[in-house]
């Protein structure tokens, strides 16, 4: 049973729902999905739709699946909302739709921004969707993992659509000027590379990217022959600043502070300082860049560059004391200074195997040579017995053992032997040497 369009056609109906693609040969961009041979495109042509998770961030054509899946299926279709729909609504549904499967009809149900039902909500599609009564498509710009139920997430195909690249927005801004459904009947027109300029401002949306064609549209003025022009002027005067793509709170932050950090350790600066602009630009709190470096400075530096940390530190303070924009040039500084440092990440490494061994392990006793003892009886049941004071020796180092017996042969700090950390890696080498009987090393 096919169902009308999941946007009917009607006056004042906004530019990007008028150009909603109404098949797949309309659809532009996730060419690994629904191009030629692609897994989607076969179980929407084949009408094997499976239930699903459609991931993606806003604009990159997970309702118009849906719409193209509502036109093509012959099963019944139903349109739900996350937003304006609670668990009275979704069990009435169910029970429509379990009806519906006793009678030997499908029922494919689509939930926009399935990522706002609680775990309640959601529980309530699970046995509908395991026994078959309905066919769930979900629409998500939240990462499923984290927003979907592990339940639900394991009986559903996710699929991930990317942004919509720039040269294929160009496509649908194109055929929106030339498309009746479109701008035609205005008879708007635009300069070279004035598309171009659109799509670039949508940043892959191309919801964005038909809406601003939309309002530039609105706001040229028709010539003497009647054609509206998009020129130079207007794109400055309509455009503004480019609005970045960034969430706070959401899992694009992780994302970008990512990119960041892993540039760093990679001794990438562009990538670093590229990175740290799209955070800064986007409202991102300098202070939360200026802790990731300190962290930095010792979790992949380390010895390597004592110097690292220290500067790590200025720059924080810098940022307090400055605020945006003007550390935005000491945070560049140091993300440069920290991809070019030599890397180290003994510091990391050996905290974590101690870690491990402070919380798998029995609670070992303090060695009874080094524990303080500030009362007679404390020295009379023998603590601080061989204890030997360091500076009191020619070597400035005592052969006694400072670790629990059943872990004295335990190594945690490994130093790699890069940077600076070569003369620390010398030293401890020779330091072991010595209280293992050998003469130090020079």
């Known amino acids: 049973m096919k169902q009308m369009s999941l946007l009917e056609d009607a006056a004042g109906e906004p530019l990007a729902s008028r150009m909603r693609p109404r098949d797949l040969s309309e659809f532009v961009g996730q060419h690994d999905l629904v191009g030629e041979g692609g897994l989607l495109r076969r179980m929407i042509e084949t009408d094997g739709v499976t239930s699903m998770i459609l991931w993606g961030p806003p604009g990159v054509g997970k309702t118009t699946l849906a719409n193209v899946i509502a036109n093509m299926t012959r099963a019944r279709f139903v349109n739900f909302s996350a937003v304006t729909s609670g668990i009275k609504e979704i069990k009435e549904i169910m029970a429509r739709a379990e009806e519906a499967r006793r009678l030997g009809e ?6 926009d921004e399935i990522h706002r039902f609680n775990k309640a909500q959601q529980d309530a599609f699970l046995p509908y969707v395991e026994q078959g009564s309905i066919i769930l498509i979900g629409a998500t710009t939240e990462n499923p993992s984290f927003e979907v139920n592990s339940a639900l997430l394991s009986r559903c195909k996710v699929f991930v659509l990317k942004g919509i690249a720039t040269e294929e927005l160009e496509i649908l801004l194109r055929r929106a000027l030339d498309d009746e459904r479109g701008l035609l009947p205005m008879n708007v027109k635009a300069e070279d ?18 809406g601003t064609l939309e309002t530039l549209a609105a706001n040229a003025v028709a010539g003497e022959s009647g054609e509206r022009v998009i020129d130079e002027k207007l794109l400055k005067a309509c455009l503004g600043k480019k609005s970045l793509i960034y969430d706070k709170s959401g899992e694009e932050h992780y994302n970008l502070i990512s990119a960041l950090h892993k540039s760093m350790r990679n001794s990438d600066p562009d990538a670093a300082i590229y990175w740290l602009a799209r955070m800064l630009e986007a409202g991102e709190d300098p202070m939360y860049i200026a802790r990731r470096c300190v962290r930095f400075a010792s ?39 920290l991809s070019l440092a030599p890397k180290s990440n003994a510091m990391e490494k050996a905290y974590n195997a101690a870690a491990a061994d402070a919380e798998q392990m029995a609670a070992e006793p303090v060695p009874m040579n080094i524990r303080n003892a500030p009362t007679r009886l404390m020295r009379e049941v023998g603590y601080g017995k061989g204890y030997i004071y360091a500076h009191d020796t020619k070597e400035k180092v ?7 017996d059943s872990i004295k042969d335990r190594r945690y700090y490994l130093p790699t032997g890069l940077g600076a950390e070569a003369k620390f890696k010398e030293r401890a080498e020779s330091l072991r040497a010595w209280r293992e009987g050998a003469e130090p090393a020079e």
């Open 193 to 210: 590379g004035a598309l171009r300029k659109i799509a670039l401002y949508a940043d892959g949306d191309a919801r964005k990217a038909l």
């Open 299 to 337: 979790e992949d530096v380390g010895l390597a560059d004592s110097n690292a940390l220290l500067l790590a530190v200025t720059v924080w303070n810098a940022c307090h004391s400055l605020g945006m924009p003007e550390c935005n040039v000491h945070l560049t500084q140091i993300v440069t200074y």
């Open 106 to 111: 499908r029922t494919v149900l689509f939930v």
């Open 398 to 404: 005592a052969r006694m053992t400072c670790l629990p």
